[in-house]
């Protein structure tokens, strides 16, 4: 198992579950499973469902995730970026629907 330094987590454009799981010392599962239940606050985990998919999607944050490694992450800071980001998700989600009604409309 692979065991990144800081700076390379740093450095990387996207962090998967993969390299979250080994930066860590867990498996790649248990970094999805603690991000789908708000039990790991790396990131945040998007659930999409609609007629033609169902699945998840992360983003992990290269700091927050240094953090939690070295345990300073606070806790009330994750829940304002928590809150902040659920709000920009609603809001892209919503925006999503208009734009699928807007194509079904146009396609009959």
């Not at 498996?27 to 998919?53: C, K, Q, W």
């Not at 345990?71 to 999503?96: D, H, Y």
Request: glycine letters at 6%.
């Amino acid at each position: 198992m692979a065991k990144y330094s800081d700076d390379e987590i740093r450095s990387m454009k996207k962090i998967t579950c993969k390299i979250a799981g080994d930066y860590l010392g867990v498996s790649p599962m248990a970094v999805s499973i603690g991000m789908r239940n708000d039990l790991l606050p790396i990131g945040f985990a998007i659930h999409t469902e609609d007629r033609y998919t169902d699945g998840w999607s992360y983003s992990i944050i290269a700091e927050r995730l240094i953090a939690y490694n070295h345990g300073r992450i606070n806790e009330v800071q994750i829940a304002g970026i928590e809150k902040n980001l659920n709000t920009i998700i609603s809001q892209f989600e919503e925006m999503k629907c208009d734009l699928l009604f807007l194509l079904s409309e146009k396609e009959e």
